[in-house]
């Protein structure tokens, strides 16, 4: 996406600013932030404070995607949690006051980790951020979705089901001839197939859980907020451990980075098995059941998204500079799933 696309229109955003946030007060200014695929996301600074504003993409984007309204809701009702998130202040849902949905959240001065190895830290420290990171995922997990009115959030049925669903239409919305994939076939016909009976888990799922959508304070391994919660749902709890698990097998590599060929042992983060045993002994849950399905479904599901950034990177309203890349790598991550395929 230019520069251009993503310009926010500073006159236009700050005379609604005074009329809905008055404690915002300008002259503003406003620093897109490079990481991240999806919502575009600003620092907006002035005398009076700092604030994050993250908005959907401009122009034609793929029905139900970009969903910054959803992401509204749950931060609003994680609030008294013991999530940490931060503070959501407005939602404008009026496109033409700078061109698309969008939010304003506190600003969380946080330390973010955008690889998995956590090369900063002391490899004897590297633990108890893996830890902080699994303690975490189960706070989310152990959310009362009534009592902070998230009851009606996502449609009723078997989670996988529909999200096998989902991803296969949102796949199929994007799939080319020059974008042909075996791998994404070979898991769209055996997910189904294989896919578990509903067994009554239901959580609220973040739907993206991974290092670099955790803020850290800046010294110690506490995580002070979870953020982009665009695909977060009601679902099973043990997608959310699967999609964390993936980053044992991605390659490093600078867009979605993963642990795939490193020591573990010698850099200090824990096997597959401790984090699953961590996860067990934190949400109380027993997270047993085919292992090999929620790994496939993951990156079936991970592709699907990735497929959706090249699209979006050829229209020219992706988020990132390095969109072309990672929709890219959409292959390599049908392949991994591929191989977990019985």
Same mark, same amino acid.
């Given at each position: 996406?230019?520069?251009?696309?993503?310009?926010?229109?500073?006159?236009?955003?700050?005379?609604?600013?005074?009329?809905?946030?008055?404690?915002?007060?300008?002259?503003?200014?406003?620093?897109?932030?490079?990481?991240?695929?999806?919502?575009?996301?600003?620092?907006?600074?002035?005398?009076?404070?700092?604030?994050?504003?993250?908005?959907?993409?401009?122009?034609?984007?793929?029905?139900?995607?970009?969903?910054?309204?959803?992401?509204?809701?749950?931060?609003?009702?994680?609030?008294?949690?013991?999530?940490?998130?931060?503070?959501?202040?407005?939602?404008?849902?009026?496109?033409?006051?700078?061109?698309?949905?969008?939010?304003?959240?506190?600003?969380?001065?946080?330390?973010?980790?955008?690889?998995?190895?956590?090369?900063?830290?002391?490899?004897?420290?590297?633990?108890?951020?893996?830890?902080?990171?699994?303690?975490?995922?189960?706070?989310?997990?152990?959310?009362?979705?009534?009592?902070?009115?998230?009851?009606?959030?996502?449609?009723?049925?078997?989670?996988?089901?529909?999200?096998?669903?989902?991803?296969?239409?949102?796949?199929? !919305?994007?799939?080319?001839? @020059?974008?042909?994939?075996?791998? /994404?076939? =070979? $898991?769209?016909?055996? &997910?189904? *197939?294989?896919?578990?009976?509903?067994?009554?888990?239901?959580?609220?799922?973040?739907?993206?859980?991974?290092?670099?959508?955790?803020?850290?304070?800046?010294?110690?391994?506490?995580?002070?907020?979870?953020?982009?919660?665009?695909?977060?749902?009601?679902?099973?709890?043990?997608?959310?451990?699967?999609?964390?698990?993936?980053?044992?097998?991605?390659?490093?590599?600078?867009?979605?980075?993963?642990?795939?060929?490193?020591?573990?042992?010698?850099?200090?983060?824990?096997?597959?098995?401790?984090?699953?045993?961590?996860?067990?002994?934190?949400?109380?849950?027993?997270?047993?059941?085919?292992?090999?399905?929620?790994?496939?479904?993951?990156?079936?599901?991970?592709?699907?998204?990735?497929?959706?950034?090249?699209?979006?990177?050829?229209?020219?309203? !992706?988020?990132?500079?390095? @969109?072309?890349?990672?929709?890219? /790598?959409? =292959? $390599?991550?049908?392949? &991994?799933? *591929?191989?977990?395929?019985?």
């Amino acid at each position: 996406m230019s520069l251009a696309a993503t310009a926010l229109p500073m006159a236009a955003l700050a005379d609604y600013l005074a009329q809905h946030v008055p404690n915002i007060r300008g002259p503003l200014t406003a620093t897109k932030f490079s990481g991240g695929q999806s919502n575009p996301t600003y620092l907006l600074a002035s005398a009076s404070g700092r604030w994050v504003l993250r908005r959907k993409p401009p122009g034609t984007l793929l029905s139900s995607a970009h969903a910054v309204d959803r992401e509204f809701r749950v931060l609003t009702a994680l609030q008294d949690s013991a999530v940490p998130v931060a503070r959501p202040i407005h939602l404008c849902t009026d496109d033409s006051v700078i061109g698309s949905m969008f939010y304003l959240m506190d600003y969380v001065d946080g330390r973010v980790f955008w690889d998995p190895a956590l090369p900063s830290i002391n490899a004897a420290d590297r633990g108890a951020y893996y830890r902080s990171a699994i303690t975490t995922l189960a706070a989310i997990h152990a959310v009362d979705v009534a009592a902070v009115g998230l009851a009606d959030y996502a449609r009723p049925g078997n989670y996988f089901a529909r999200q096998i669903k989902r991803w296969s239409e949102q796949y199929g !919305a994007t799939a080319t001839a @020059a974008n042909a994939d075996a791998a /994404m076939d =070979r $898991l769209l016909a055996w &997910l189904p *197939a294989h896919c578990p009976a509903d067994d009554g888990q239901l959580a609220l799922v973040h739907g993206d859980f991974r290092f670099d959508n955790l803020m850290f304070a800046q010294q110690q391994p506490q995580v002070l907020a979870v953020v982009d919660w665009e695909l977060s749902t009601l679902g099973h709890p043990l997608a959310d451990l699967g999609y964390f698990c993936m980053a044992l097998r991605l390659p490093q590599n600078p867009i979605l980075s993963g642990l795939a060929g490193l020591d573990r042992h010698a850099l200090g983060i824990p096997s597959e098995a401790a984090l699953i045993d961590l996860y067990a002994a934190a949400s109380g849950r027993n997270p047993q059941g085919d292992w090999h399905f929620h790994l496939a479904f993951n990156f079936f599901r991970l592709a699907a998204i990735a497929h959706g950034v090249y699209q979006r990177a050829l229209a020219g309203n !992706a988020s990132s500079e390095r @969109a072309l890349e990672a929709g890219r /790598m959409a =292959r $390599l991550v049908s392949q &991994l799933g *591929a191989e977990h395929c019985g």
